[in-house]
């Protein structure tokens, strides 16, 4: 079949809106019409180059939701007309990773899904016969999508696309990294770096374990209002004080009990576990770094009991826990709305990565 995609052909280019030829689905995979997507800053992290595992060309975006159109041979958990959130974290339940209980980075797919492949080593859409990669095996930036059966959450049909397909990414990512990673207990004094798509979700899961302290730390000023309408009690603003680290052990009596990295830059990483509280201080790295990027600090920082962890979509078992996501935004138990500050066209996507690089946006959607 022919589906409408925007096709990132090259690093650092804009993205084109082309007819794409779209094979239908082999054994245990899924025929998906995308109904939303939202833009993550990972999808812009890919399009820069920065993206070790970046392939071009390809169909971008991992954050979506839509409908099943067909399912391929063998498929038994969906059928036609499921709503469904595709799952750059799969679950297969079956794997070594799965089995283990101790992770979400379920690997059944994991290698053929970063060399932009389907699990048979081969890709479904094509242009004139070329080609074009899958992305985080999920490809939202595309119409319709095939997708393996393992990495589909079917959810509740009463959820509105525009606003649960943030749940494929940023919500999940965001709020587990609070319950599933870091379980942030009642009380705790939590640090957020970067109050972004991310970071603002963090921001409303520490409020809702009922973190005491919540502090925000953003070099953009018009951060500050949308973070604390989200829960945020402290801003920081990096230009404004001396030492960011200095000003948070300050108002945390000795350091946070938590902090987490949403910005993806190696210099706020060493911040964010500098800041945490000696002997048991944990900071929880979120942020994607470029390609090259190390991180740094004196060991002594662990030795003295604080430990650094990291965080993929939030720790969250996607079959398992998006579902329920779902069902609490239904319940109005966290907001997602307000997050979601443009809608677009599939043909204005370009403007989406335009409002991210310039601040302007929280979230934009693209709705199809
Ligand atoms: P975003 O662009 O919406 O937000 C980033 C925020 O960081 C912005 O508010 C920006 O002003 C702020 N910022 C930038 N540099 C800063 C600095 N030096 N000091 C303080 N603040 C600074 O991005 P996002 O969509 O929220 O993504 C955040 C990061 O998380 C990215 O690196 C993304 O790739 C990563 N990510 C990781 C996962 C995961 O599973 N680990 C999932 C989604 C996104
Ligand atoms: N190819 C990238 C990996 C970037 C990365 O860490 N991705 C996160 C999800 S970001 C979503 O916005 C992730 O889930 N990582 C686990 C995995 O298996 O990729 C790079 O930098 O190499
Ligand atoms: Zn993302």
Same mark, same amino acid.
């Given at each position: ?17 082309? @007819?794409?030829?779209? *094979? ?8 998906? *019409? ?18 070790? @595992? ?12 839509? &409908? ?6 063998? &498929? ?30 379920? =690997?059944?797919? !994991? ?18 016969? =070329? ?14 999508? &095939? ?36 379980? &942030? ?21 520490? /409020? ?14 018009? /951060? ?36 987490? *990295? ?7 990483? !060493? =911040? ?25 600090? !004196? ?7 604080? @430990? ?8 969250? /078992? ?29 043909? /204005?996507?370009? @403007? ?17």
């Amino acid at each position: 079949m022919k589906t409408k995609a925007a096709i990132a052909w090259k690093a650092g280019q804009p993205l084109t809106i082309e @007819e794409v030829e779209l *094979e239908g689905p082999k054994a245990g995979e899924v025929l998906v *019409e995308i109904k939303a997507t939202g833009i993550c800053h990972t999808d812009y992290y890919t399009l820069s180059g920065a993206d070790p @595992e970046g392939i071009f060309p390809s169909i971008l975006g991992h954050e979506g939701a839509g &409908v099943v159109v067909d399912v391929g041979p063998g &498929v038994t958990s969906l059928r036609k007309d499921d709503h469904v959130i595709p799952l750059y974290t799969p679950e297969c339940r079956q794997c070594k990773f799965c089995l283990s209980q101790k992770t979400n980075l379920c =690997q059944a797919i !994991r290698s053929t899904q970063g060399r932009g492949l389907m699990p048979d080593a081969t890709s479904r859409f094509s242009i004139d016969g =070329q080609p074009i990669y899958h992305y985080m095996g999920t490809s939202t930036f595309s119409n319709y999508i &095939v997708v393996p059966e393992i990495a589909l959450a079917k959810v509740r049909n009463d959820a509105p696309f525009d606003k649960i397909c943030y749940i494929g990414c940023g919500v999940t990512t965001g709020i587990g990294a609070v319950i599933f990673t870091a379980k &942030v207990e009642a009380g705790a004094n939590v640090v957020v770096f970067g109050l972004g798509g991310i970071g603002l979700n963090v921001i409303q899961a520490a /409020r809702m374990v009922g973190a005491d302290k919540i502090i925000g730390v953003d070099l953009n000023p018009e /951060r500050e209002a949308m973070a604390r309408k989200f829960g945020m009690t402290h801003f920081i603003n990096p230009t404004q004080v001396e030492n960011v680290v200095d000003a948070i052990v300050q108002l945390t009596d000795g350091g946070a009990d938590y902090s987490f *990295e949403c910005i993806g830059n190696v210099n706020t990483m !060493r =911040q964010a576990l500098e800041c945490c509280h000696k002997g048991w201080g944990k900071s929880i790295i979120i942020g994607v770094a470029a390609a090259g990027q190390e991180i740094a600090t !004196r060991p002594f920082q662990l030795v003295t009991g604080r @430990e650094w962890k990291g965080s993929a979509f939030g720790g969250a /078992r996607g079959r398992t826990d998006v579902p329920k996501i779902v069902d609490w935004y239904m319940e109005n138990k966290i907001n997602i709305d307000d997050l979601i500050t443009h809608h677009l066209p599939l043909d /204005r996507i370009n @403007e989406g990565f335009d409002l991210m690089k310039s601040g302007e946006s929280i979230r934009s959607v693209v709705v199809y």
